[in-house]
T-cell receptor
């Protein structure tokens, strides 16, 4: 399994600002995913990030609001732009090392509160 | 579109008693099915997964799940729960084993263990 770290672990931000969340993996992985978990809710996929290509966003999520970078096989960032209180959530990255049958492993999450 | 239903938002079980958490899915073909556990302040940990073959799947921490195609169910069971099993449990479905696509999660079941 992969060991995944996220920074920051939590943050409190002001409305209208942006926050960049980092996801670091201890081994090279093919696929990285970003999810959002709103308070008391389940996880919702935001986008899929492949190294060397543009991220693929799910319905309801747009690049201008959630720009993603994937510069190499061990690192990705998610930016939450122009934040509002509705963006208060836990943001999790997950990774899969290779192949369709590979398991997704999740990071510890970043707890974001927007005031 | 695929979906996952976890009918029970909360379940309370006495320590040492047996446990069954329900999961129903909607998916057009043979699904890839997963159970994850989220402990307070922690990321998601994979308990078990079903891709094909034997419909009774063994996982970590003494958990098992049974895939029943006729009922579109993938219920999680444990014969004797421990206080450390108190957590949030998520059932998920995917187009693949997780390596190529994001997962669709249920809303989760919060497990409370009574002494």
């Amino acid at each position: 399994s992969a060991v995944i770290s996220q920074k920051p672990s939590r943050d409190i931000c002001q409305r209208g600002t942006s926050l960049t969340i980092q996801c670091q993996v201890d081994s090279q992985v093919t696929m990285m995913f970003w999810y959002r978990q709103q308070p008391g809710q389940s996880l919702t996929l935001i986008a899929t990030a492949n190294q060397g290509s543009e991220a693929t966003y799910e319905s309801g999520f747009v690049i201008d609001k959630f720009p993603i970078s994937r510069p190499n096989l061990t690192f990705s960032t998610l930016t939450v732009s122009n934040m509002s209180p509705e963006d208060s959530s836990i943001y999790l990255c997950s990774v899969a090392t290779s192949g369709r049958t590979d398991t997704q492993y999740f990071g510890p999450g970043t707890r974001l509160t927007v005031l | 579109a695929q979906s996952v239903t976890q009918p029970d938002i909360h379940i309370t079980v006495s320590e040492g008693a047996s446990l069954e958490l329900r999961c129903n899915y909607s998916y057009g073909a043979t699904p890839y099915l997963f159970w994850y556990v989220q402990s307070p302040g922690q990321g998601l940990q994979l308990l078990l997964k079903y891709f094909s073959g034997d419909t009774l799947v063994q996982g970590i921490k003494g958990f098992e799940a049974e895939f029943k195609r006729s009922q579109s169910s993938f219920n999680l069971r444990k014969p004797s729960v421990h206080w450390s099993d108190a957590a949030e449990y998520f059932c998920a479905v995917g187009n693949s084993g997780g390596g190529a696509d994001g997962l669709t999660f249920g809303k989760g079941t919060h497990l409370i263990i009574q002494p």
